[in-house]
């Protein structure tokens, strides 16, 4: 269990944003490989505590391990982070100092080939980061109709050639259902024209990205969670947001934006009506993007952006 690895992107600014106190209650909605929990409870006092959340069973187990000797400052808990106001309340809190987000897919889980997430290795079609979850890549790969898979790779992958990618795909499940990650790679590859099948950015990237963001509800799960996680905190407490694509960033931004701008009435109205405040304000006015250090040392870093807000 020891082996589940994730290089934890943006790790010294997200955590130092959100000003650890030592004597307070912090989630970690993301847990991974502990990378920020590890730091965040080695700023804790025995009356410290930090909520560690994720949906991977072998995230928890991996975490526990290699954060043992923080004892009960952690508690750890598998579950969504947009079940977040359950959890806390469920472990005894009602006030939280600091919440941590580190979206997407870990290093981990792409660079295990039978959780199915990557293009560059045979598996099958999975891509669940919740393996108890009832839908699956190949439930949608085979299942999902024409139009229904053009959406979801246009929308989730931004995809240009996304009517083209679906019917190939439509057109080779009629044949046999598609089983694995190099077979549904191969399709999408397919349909590019030879001089851009071997590009920088493999063909299928965009597709594979849209069809997990599918499987997991990924952006469904953001605003929800910025709206408990304001809820929650106390006065000045942060919440810190990593992000690693524009769809991301933008339901990171817009959820942010709900509760900085208040008021929410058309702005023909002579008055406000809705009673909308604000609760959260900017922190940073621009994302905080990787240096080139960290760039060199994690490829995957590149697209990460942070952006984070205190409660007023």
């Keep these: 269990m ?5 290089f934890s992107v943006l790790l010294g600014e997200s955590v130092g944003l959100l000003g650890v106190r030592p004597d307070g209650v912090y989630v970690d909605c993301t847990l991974g490989g502990g990378g920020h929990a590890q730091m965040i ?18 995230a928890i187990a991996a975490s526990k391990e290699r954060l043992s000797r923080f ?4 508690i750890y808990v598998n579950g969504n982070f947009v ?31 039978e959780r199915g997430f990557s293009y560059h290795a045979d598996a099958p079609l999975d891509m669940r980061m919740d393996q108890t ?5 190949k439930d949608v790969v085979n299942g999902y109709s024409r139009e229904e898979l053009t959406r979801v790779i246009r929308d989730y992958g931004e995809e240009h050639r996304a009517a083209q990618i679906s019917r190939a795909i439509c057109s080779r499940r009629e044949e046999k259902p598609i089983e694995t990650t190099l077979e549904l790679a191969e399709i999408i590859k397919s349909v590019f024209p030879p001089a851009e099948r071997f590009e920088n950015k493999h063909p299928a990237r965009r597709t594979f990205q849209a069809i997990r963001i599918e499987v997991n509800g990924e952006l469904d799960v953001i605003p929800s969670a910025i709206d408990q996680a304001a809820a929650l905190l106390k006065k000045g407490g942060v919440i810190s947001v990593i992000s690693f694509h524009s769809l991301e960033d933008r339901a990171v931004k817009e959820a942010f934006r709900k509760h900085t701008d208040g008021c929410t009435c058309p702005r023909s109205f002579p008055v406000c009506v809705c009673g909308f405040k604000p609760d959260l304000e900017i922190i940073t006015k621009k994302p905080v993007l990787p240096g080139e250090e960290e ?12 952006r984070a807000a205190r409660k007023i």
Excluded: C, W, Y
Aim: net charge negative; no cysteine; hydrophobic share 35%.
């Design 2 to 6: 020891s082996s589940f690895s994730h």
């Design 83 to 113: 079940e977040l106001s359950r959890i806390v309340s469920e472990n005894g809190f009602e006030k939280v100092d600091g919440v941590i987000m580190d979206l997407g897919v870990s290093s981990h889980q792409l660079d295990t080939p």
């Design 295 to 306: 760039n060199e040392l994690n490829s995957r870093s590149r697209s990460a952006k942070l």
């Design 133 to 137: 979850a009832a839908l699956s890549a």
């Design 71 to 74: 004892g009960d400052k952690i």
């Design 41 to 58: 409870a080695s700023q804790l006092s025995e009356k410290g505590r930090l909520i560690g959340i994720d949906r991977d069973p072998e």
